[in-house]
């Protein structure tokens, strides 16, 4: 059984000398997560994100449940922008 947490224990962590988007290079190659079975046994999985993915913030995670929805909102924008701002693709 684990030991209960006494939260007057716990410091505050200052943030403010980090770095934003430190490990992002390494984490848009992947990630390992590795599940420790009672019975003693590992399961390693290893997720790479689709290529082209993208990630979206929380915030507009709540208004767009899929890609589906994400695609729709983002075509009806697409019409409301000039022709001249078409670009090509990035490759």
Not at 23 to 50: L, M, N, Q
Request: charged share 35%.
């Amino acid at each position: 059984m684990k030991k209960a947490i006494n939260t007057d224990e716990i410091k505050p962590v200052d943030f403010s000398g980090g770095i934003r988007g430190k490990h992002r290079a390494a984490s848009d190659k992947g990630y390992t997560v590795k599940v420790h079975r009672e019975d003693g046994t590992t399961i390693i999985h290893k997720f790479v994100p689709e290529k082209g993915a993208i990630v979206l913030d929380e915030d507009v995670r709540n208004y767009f449940p899929d890609s589906t929805t994400v695609n729709s909102a983002l075509r009806g924008l697409i019409k409301l922008l000039p022709q001249s701002r078409k670009r090509e693709r990035a490759t």
